[in-house]
């Protein structure tokens, strides 16, 4: 069975005028699924085919490029697609709310500090939030495809939240304004979803 696009749960232009309805669709059609065409080939004939995309994260070789990029760009933009909606109504509380207070000390905080680390990504790369089983949260950052699931690139827990700072994810609507893009994020984050994943994560 090989890697497949997933369908998004709202249309291109749902999270407009935050985030525009074509890069959505270049982005999805295009990034995305070139990184899953790639990955396929890449793991095509070894004993990497047939397994989960967490799998093949957690036993990667660090120096097959081909396999970490585009392994780390599929689980990546399937974190993406899933922590954003439309429908973003979802406020942060309860558990999750009691983390970013104990590792940040407030919501607005904790805001400041994951911007900065998308800002302060030189080049392409992702910001993340990530969990750890006691339930302890934090920020990190990686280059290009990578994340912390993989091998040897930092103990930061498991991705609960992922923001893309390629400049493919907002150059066509927002140029070279990295900052408003990481500002649009706010408004189409689903917390509902963040909070699901962090008790996924330390459950
Ligand atoms: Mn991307």
């Given amino acids: 069975m090989s890697f497949e696009l997933p369908a998004l749960g709202y249309a291109y232009n749902a999270l407009e005028p935050h985030f525009d309805a074509r890069t959505m669709e270049i982005h999805h059609t295009k990034h995305h699924q070139a990184y899953i065409n790639n990955l396929n080939n890449a793991i095509k004939g070894t004993d990497l085919e047939g397994k989960s995309i967490e799998e093949v994260l957690k036993n990667l070789d660090m120096n097959n490029m081909a396999v970490r990029n ?16 439309p429908d973003n109504k979802g ?8 983390a970013i207070i104990a590792a940040f000390g407030s919501k607005e905080e904790f805001m400041e500090k994951f911007a900065a680390a998308a800002m302060s990504r030189f080049g392409s790369g992702w910001a993340w939030l990530s969990a750890h089983k006691d339930g302890k949260v934090e920020i990190c ?29 907002y150059y066509l609507h927002f140029q070279n ?5 990481v500002a649009a994020f706010w408004d189409v984050l689903n917390w509902n979803a963040v909070e699901a994943k962090y008790e996924a994560a330390t459950r």
């Fill in 91 to 98: 406020r942060l509380s309860g558990a999750l709310l009691d």
């Fill in 141 to 169: 950052s990686t280059p290009n495809q990578d994340n912390p699931l993989m091998p040897g690139v930092g103990n930061c827990g498991i991705p609960i939240m992922g923001l893309d700072v390629w400049e493919h994810a």
């Fill in 177 to 181: 304004r990295r900052a408003d893009y």
């Fill in 70 to 85: 585009n392994a780390g760009g599929h689980w990546n933009h399937s974190l993406f697609w899933e922590v954003i909606s």
